[in-house]
């Protein structure tokens, strides 16, 4: 069972990001990471084994971001190595989390081949994260192009994304896994599991399959599968 956090805020988010990945340890896992935007660029830790382990390599690089994203995982495509660890990264500009299992990944891997994409993991979520930039380079909107790109998956999926090209903006998407949104106040999170937000809010919000969520410090957006805005208790 992998985990998923996510938060963007006016502060520094590496530390709540460890603090939920370390809730989520019950869950079991081989690797952990997480993805920061900083300085107009994606920074990003991987390692091999305890959630430890990644703290110690963020806390030596210093790694400072007030949005984020972090991931445990337990390896279905691919072996443990670092390589396969998320967040993955897609030409430096796109960083996602998933949790689930994409079903269409080797259609989808081919296809994102033959328009010059390069894989660096084994992995099905690596899927994810190009066919996001390949919508992104189209249009410049984060929202649209996660959704697009959900739109071409099949399978089971809880998805977080960023973009150092919209450094204030988290996006999330569920289909099959669970994935809830943490209401704060400037600050907004999401995880897999309600036990990840507890240090940081009470207040969350449920998705349902098909939902995509838009998140800032200061407003949520959420769409359900045909589009339209919502509002979820």
Sequence with gaps: MCGIVGAVAHQNVVPLLVEGLSRLEYRGYDSAGIAVLNDDAIRRVRAIGRVAEMQGRADSEKLTGTTGIGHTRWATHGGVTEFNAHPHVSN???????????????????????????????????????????YFQQGNDLFAATRLAT???????????????????????????????????????????????????????????????????DGITLLNSNGETIERP
Excluded: W
């Design 92 to 134: 430096g500009d796109i960083a996602v989390v998933h949790n689930g299992i994409i079903e269409n990944h080797e259609e989808q891997r081919l296809r994102l081949k033959q328009l010059d994409y390069v894989f660096e993991s084994q992995t099905d979520t690596e899927v994810i994260a190009h066919l996001i930039h390949y």
């Design 151 to 217: 739109a071409d998956l099949t399978g089971a999926f809880a998805i977080a994304v960023v973009s150092h090209l919209k450094p204030d903006l988290m996006v999330c998407a569920r289909m099959g896994c669970p994935l809830l949104i943490g209401v704060g106040e400037g600050e907004n999170f999401i995880a897999s599991d309600v036990s990840a937000l507890l240090s940081a809010t009470r207040r969350v919000i449920y998705l349902e399959d098909g939902d995509t969520a838009s998140l800032t410090c």
